[in-house]
């Protein structure tokens, strides 16, 4: 498949290390550009995981998609790609998807005592922003 001219390859989560090494060692994609995931809330499996790609020996870039429900962890790809680390750690702060085999996954961005996962659809994040606020700073929130 290929949106705007760049190939998307969509693998299963069993397979994506396994995967991935090939694609570092033998389609030299060597450098992991992004991670990220994307909340389509209706579909069974709700996540799509996102790692972009880039071949410096071939000057290409590869979309990788992995399908997941919720609670269905990732593999990490942080021993194939070590930039992979912060990147899976903001994806598990924002949207709740651990990555199995992750050598130290723990929120990144917000605190450790937060609440749900901001970029979920279904996220209430005035809720989470009132209460938060109250408990942390025991303060009313401005919003």
Request: net charge negative; glycine share 2%; no cysteine.
């Amino acid at each position: 498949m290929q949106d705007r001219k760049q190939p998307i390859l969509t693998v299963d989560r069993a397979r994506l290390v396994e995967i991935a090494l090939h694609l570092r060692d033998e389609e030299k994609f060597d450098m992991l550009a992004d991670l990220t995931a994307v909340d389509w809330p209706k579909r069974e499996k709700r996540f799509d995981v996102i790692l972009n790609l880039y071949s410096f020996a071939k000057n290409e870039r590869l979309m990788v998609k992995v399908h997941a429900a919720d609670a269905e962890e990732v593999p990490s790809v942080v021993s194939v790609w070590p930039t992979a680390n912060w990147q899976e750690r903001e994806v598990f702060d924002m949207f709740g998807i651990v990555f199995s085999g992750h050598p130290d996954l723990k929120r990144i961005l917000l605190p450790d005592e937060w609440q749900g996962y901001p970029l979920r659809k279904d996220y209430d994040i005035l809720q989470q922003d009132t209460a938060w606020v109250r408990e942390n700073l025991e303060i009313e929130s401005g919003q």
